[in-house]
């Protein structure tokens, strides 16, 4: 990681500490910002949190990719997801 900026890596370790405090890549379904089409896994541990968008939002942290000009914080709906989980 040490040839990416700053806040690249502030951005990959953010979205760890999301993962450690339970949140799930948001895109799991499609994994629409890797251009991919859906994680291997089942959807065994998504679970809807009330408040946040059902279908894909690119201004989650915790998408399962992500650029290398990130700004490394939380969006608006992880915000909403740690507040009504904590």
Not at 37 to 66: H, K, R, W
Not at 77 to 83: I, Y
């Amino acid at each position: 990681m040490e040839s990416y900026s700053t806040s690249t890596n502030q951005q990959v370790i953010t979205h760890e500490i999301g993962h450690s405090l339970g949140l799930r890549h948001t895109d799991w379904f499609s994994r629409q910002s890797c251009g991919q089409s859906g994680e291997p896994a089942d959807p065994d541990g998504a679970v809807y949190i009330l408040g946040t968008p059902e279908g894909y939002d690119s201004n989650f942290l915790m998408l399962s990719c992500f650029g290398a000009n990130e700004s490394g914080n939380f969006g608006y709906n992880d915000e909403v997801a740690l507040e009504y989980l904590y």
